[in-house]
Each structure stands twice: as structure tokens, then as C-alpha cells.
């Protein structure tokens, strides 16, 4: 049985969207890293990024419409060289801001005011750290990522970010094989716990995230001759009720050339919006924030066991944010 087809039997119709409380700007695919299950496939040679003509369209439409966050992603969003522009301007029109980072870019030369202008700009962040042990962020980030992250991670906390409750620190755990995030509640104690006990490091929330079969993750999958197995695993986990609370149903995310998708993991894809305009020059307030969701195998993913959105796990949950 197909998503949708599983989806019309628990629901009696397909996934439409609810509304847009999220405009999701991916600024490119460049990074200064090249993780093993990026979904993004991101890395140092990539070279699409958003020009600047497409951030201002972004802009206006934030302007423009009842959008209450701006959830800025990338490749490393930071590389891209309108990404100070995009947030202080987004922040001067009044919107909410995240922006999801993967902590070892702010020891990059030139990036190391990150956490400052985080701060003078009211910027949630959500920080990938896969795990809390060494070797595994090592073995999924490359070499010597982890102290970086560690390094990163006090910068935020000696400006009050994960202390102070105005500046919201997240961190993102991603399985480091092909198995189902267990409890995001039980692993948010134990990254607590252990960050704390070992270097007096301080976060609000943590996201459990399971991998997508899309991009790198997915050729890992075919290489190791996992991926059907995998599939199954996901399929076989079906929770319906992580339907009303998929980010899909809240968010439309923008391309780096401006498409339209249903998510971030769509847009990895190829797969478009399905009704009305497909370009953030034509957007749509109205008619995107009732479109069917364009739906595949990959959106197994999502709601599998717990489920998650770029908001962690959402089973129960009436609503994405």
C-alpha cells in the first residue's frame, strides 16, 4: 500500500494542508561539512545558493502575509552571503526566527560573531548534534566536528543562549544508522544529563529526528543493500497520529531558485507544490494554505513510531509548532 492509500484508509481523505504558520527558506546546499545522513546531500562544493533578487521576494512575502516564523536552513545557511540580510530584516518586519545550523560553522573564519548577531536578532537555534559521545558525531560529521560543536555550544551559553529563556537553544539527535529515533522525551534527559556532567552545557529542547530515505542517506541505504529492509521498517511503524501534526500541513518551504514545496525533503526530490502558484514570485497565501500535500514512500519517515517535523516528535499532537 502506497502513503496515500494508507493515509485515505485511517483518515477517509488525502493530506491537505491546514495553514502556513511557517515560511522554511533553504538559502543552498553549500556546507563546510559533508554528514553521512544529510537528506541535502550538502557540502563544500555545492554551489546552489539563493541569490539576492529570491531573498527579497522571500521578504516581501513575509511582509505581506499572516506568516508567523521564517525557519532559515540550508546546506549551512550561514555561507550564503544574504543570510545577515535575510534575518535582520525578517526580525525588523516582526517575524519569528530560526535558523538551523550545524554549530562547527561558527568556528569558520569570519562566521565566529554568529552567536552574537544570533542574539541581537532574537534567533532560535537549532543545532544538529547527532549524539553526545565523541565517536559517533565523528564518524557521521568528520573528524574533530564534535569539539567543535562542544566549543560552539559554550559561546551560545556564555551569551545566555539555553539559560535565558528569550534566547531558545535546540539540538537535533539523528540515528546514526538505519533504526527508529527511540523517545525524544529519554533522549532529551540523557543529552542534558551528559552535555552538563561532562562540559556544563545548558539547551532547552532536543529534537529527535529519524532519517529520511532521500539523498546521502538513501545511497547509504542502496550501498549497503538496506534500503528495502529499511522501508519496510518505516512502513510497518505507520502512527496515524502524527498525520495532523506534520510540518507539511503548516509550512510551505522555498527552493534556493525559489520553488515551492511541501517540505524540505520534497524539494530534495524534485516534487513541487501541487495546487496553485509554484514560485515564491507567484506565492499564494490563500491557495497554498489549502493545497493537497504531494505525498511518497519517503513520507513514511515522518510518521513513523513517534513521528517527527523540524519540531521533533508530534504523535498526539493537534498541531505543528
Known amino acids: 500500500m502506497n502513503f496515500e492509500e494508507t493515509v485515505i484508509s485511517v483518515r477517509s481523505e488525502p493530506l491537505r494542508a491546514i495553514d502556513i504558520k511557517t515560511l522554511q527558506v533553504n538559502l543552498g546546499y553549500k556546507c563546510n561539512l559533508s554528514c553521512t545522513h544529510c537528506h541535502v546531500e550538502a557540502g563544500p562544493y555545492r554551489d546552489e545558493m539563493m541569490d539576492g533578487e529570491t531573498v527579497e521576494a522571500v521578504l516581501d512575502v513575509l511582509r505581506e502575509n499572516p506568516i508567523e516564523t521564517v525557519d532559515i536552513t540550508g546546506g549551512s545557511p550561514e555561507l550564503n552571503s544574504y543570510f545577515r540580510h535575510l534575518v535582520s530584516e525578517a526580525e525588523n518586519a516582526g517575524k519569528h526566527i530560526i535558523c538551523r545550523t550545524n554549530l562547527a560553522i561558527m568556528l569558520e573564519h569570519g562566521m565566529r560573531d554568529l552567536p552574537e548577531f544570533y542574539k541581537e536578532n532574537r534567533v532560535e537555534i537549532t543545532a544538529s548534534l547527532p549524539c553526545y559521545l565523541a565517536d559517533n558525531v565523528d564518524r557521521m560529521r568528520g573528524n574533530g566536528t564534535f569539539l567543535k560543536s562542544i566549543e560552539a555550544l559554550k559561546m551560545l551559553n556564555n551569551l545566555g543562549y539555553g539559560i535565558d529563556s528569550m534566547l531558545k537553544l535546540n539540538l537535533v539527535y539523528n540515528p546514526a544508522g538505519d533504526f527508529i529515533a527511540p523517545s525524544q522525551q529519554a533522549l532529551e534527559d540523557a543529552y542534558k544529563r551528559e552535555l552538563f556532567s561532562r562540559f556544563g552545557i545548558s539547551f532547552n529542547r532536543l529534537y529527535a529526528f529519524t532519517n529520511m530515505p532521500v539523498g546521502r542517506f538513501r545511497e547509504s541505504l542502496v550501498y549497503t543493500e538496506s534500503f528495502e529492509s529499511y522501508m519496510e ?89
Do not use: E
Open 233 to 321: 521498517k518505516l512502513t510497518n511503524s505507520f502512527n496515524s497520529d502524527t498525520l495532523n501534526g506534520l510540518m507539511c500541513r503548516h509550512l510551505v518551504n522555498v527552493g534556493w531558485d525559489g520553488r515551492l514545496f511541501d517540505c524540505d525533503f520534497n524539494q530534495m526530490l524534485n516534487v513541487s507544490v501541487n495546487d496553485g502558484p509554484d514560485h515564491i514570485n507567484d506565492f499564494d497565501y490563500s491557495a497554498l494554505g489549502d493545497r493537497k500535500i504531494k505525498v511518497g514512500s519517503h513520507c513514511y519517515g515522518c510518521t513513523a513510531g513517534n513521528g517527527f517535523t523540524c519540531m521533533g516528535s508530534v504523535s498526539g499532537r493537534a498541531a505543528y509548532g
